[in-house]
């Protein structure tokens, strides 16, 4: 399929997965992208790209149905991924929403359905190497379980109305513009708040943005991608090494670290205080499991059958990241 052919519809266009996404597929592909947005004030960049703003959200079906409509390619990279007190947030956005988007892609007939999911349907403390043909489970984390979930409901579509389904599963996404894996952490750093956890020898599987949106524009293009799902990580690097970067970019001589049994006391006390404050941030009990865990996540099914590579190491990644943090007065 040759998107400079088609209309594209996309979620999430104004997060940062999104807007890489938008800004290649406009000046790469030279796509017709129609958006998705809850917030126009936020679109100003996608129309000077000369995008197609819809202001909606996930959970105005009606709005879905038309904004859908003559489109021939659903890109979904929206998502709840932020920490919020209600799990029903998370199940509004990653499943109920994927739902109407769903319904209303198969009843345009569109051509490919890309999926936005992620490694955290194999779990939060995943262990050994795994691949696409691993099992996924329920962790008790709102954001995994859902994520799994709205997997699951893409299957479920595909089967029942034959739609012509994919789902991309990103390890951590880092690079300009990523805030969970590039900006907190640079900031918690200068600040002195950032810490290992049993001397960060714990795991971190990466995939740099660029690299992510080269197998998103793969999978949307390749007709090989139809029915499948593809694990998409660039490598493994322990967290000591990956935030050690980010603490010489900031010019920290290193990160302490604490033993795993004081993580696990800090961690019930931070939650404690943050209840007994009523704020919106929780740290969900098994993420230290995820910390420590050393899961190797394999895109092997992605390169065997789609023939993808990774252009930009991590060494590379890095260093664009820093210059962007140069670029945006974060350092």
Same mark, same amino acid.
């Given at each position: 399929?040759?998107?400079?052919?088609q209309?594209?519809f996309?979620?999430?266009?104004?997060?940062?997965?999104?807007?890489? $996404?938008? +800004?290649?597929?406009?000046?790469?592909? !030279?796509?017709?992208?129609?958006?998705?947005?809850?917030?126009?004030?936020?679109?100003q960049?996608?129309?000077?790209?000369g995008?197609?703003?819809?202001?909606g959200d996930?959970?105005?079906?009606?709005?879905?149905? +038309?904004?859908?409509r003559?489109?021939? =390619?659903?890109?979904?990279?929206?998502?709840? =991924?932020?920490?919020?007190?209600?799990r029903?947030?998370?199940?509004?956005s990653?499943?109920?929403g994927?739902e109407n988007?769903?319904r209303?892609?198969?009843?345009?007939?569109?051509? #490919?359905?890309?999926?936005?999911s992620?490694?955290?349907?194999?779990?939060?403390?995943?262990?050994?190497?795994?691949?696409?043909?691993?099992?996924r489970?329920?962790?008790?984390?709102? /954001?995994?379980?859902?994520?799994?979930?709205?997997e699951?409901?893409?299957?479920?579509?595909r089967?029942?109305? !034959?739609?012509?389904?994919?789902?991309?599963?990103?390890?951590? $996404?880092?690079?300009?513009?990523?805030t !969970?894996?590039?900006?907190?952490?640079?900031?918690?750093?200068?600040?002195?708040?950032?810490?290992?956890?049993?001397?960060?020898?714990g795991l971190?599987?990466?995939?740099?943005?660029d690299n992510?949106?080269?197998a998103?524009?793969?999978? %949307?293009?390749?007709e090989?991608?139809?029915?499948?799902?593809f694990?998409?990580?660039?490598g493994?690097?322990?967290w000591r090494?990956?935030?050690? %970067?980010?603490?010489?970019m900031?010019?920290?001589?290193g990160?302490?670290s604490?033993?795993?049994?004081a %993580?696990?006391?800090?961690? +019930? /006390? #931070?939650?404690l205080?943050a209840?007994?404050?009523?704020?919106?941030?929780?740290?969900?009990?098994?993420?230290?499991?995820f910390l420590?865990s050393?899961?190797?996540?394999?895109?092997t099914?992605l390169?065997?059958?789609?023939?993808h590579?990774?252009?930009v190491?991590?060494?590379?990644?890095?260093?664009r990241?820093?210059?962007?943090? #140069?670029?945006?007065?974060?350092?």
């Amino acid at each position: 399929m040759d998107l400079a052919k088609q209309k594209v519809f996309l979620t999430g266009a104004t997060g940062f997965i999104g807007s890489h $996404v938008v +800004r290649r597929l406009v000046l790469d592909k !030279h796509a017709a992208v129609r958006a998705l947005v809850r917030d126009p004030r936020k679109a100003q960049s996608l129309c000077k790209l000369g995008v197609e703003v819809v202001e909606g959200d996930l959970n105005d079906f009606p709005t879905l149905e +038309r904004a859908v409509r003559g489109c021939s =390619v659903v890109i979904h990279a929206a998502a709840q =991924v932020s920490a919020v007190p209600h799990r029903e947030v998370f199940e509004q956005s990653n499943v109920a929403g994927t739902e109407n988007l769903l319904r209303a892609a198969a009843g345009e007939a569109v051509a #490919r359905f890309l999926h936005l999911s992620s490694i955290a349907v194999f779990g939060l403390a995943a262990r050994g190497e795994v691949t696409d043909h691993s099992p996924r489970q329920h962790s008790g984390d709102p /954001y995994c379980d859902t994520k799994l979930d709205g997997e699951e409901t893409v299957w479920r579509y595909r089967r029942a109305n !034959h739609l012509p389904t994919v789902i991309l599963r990103p390890s951590g $996404v880092y690079g300009p513009g990523s805030t !969970h894996w590039s900006v907190i952490p640079l900031k918690r750093i200068k600040k002195g708040r950032m810490f290992l956890i049993g001397g960060g020898r714990g795991l971190l599987n990466y995939v740099y943005i660029d690299n992510l949106v080269d197998a998103i524009l793969l999978a %949307a293009e390749d007709e090989r991608a139809v029915g499948e799902a593809f694990i998409v990580n660039d490598g493994a690097t322990t967290w000591r090494e990956y935030f050690a %970067a980010y603490a010489r970019m900031a010019g920290k001589d290193g990160i302490p670290s604490i033993p795993f049994w004081a %993580a696990k006391f800090w961690l +019930r /006390y #931070r939650n404690l205080v943050a209840a007994l404050k009523r704020e919106s941030t929780r740290v969900p009990p098994n993420a230290l499991g995820f910390l420590v865990s050393t899961a190797v996540y394999r895109q092997t099914h992605l390169e065997q059958m789609l023939g993808h590579r990774s252009r930009v190491g991590l060494e590379e990644g890095l260093r664009r990241t820093e210059a962007w943090f #140069r670029e945006t007065a974060l350092l």
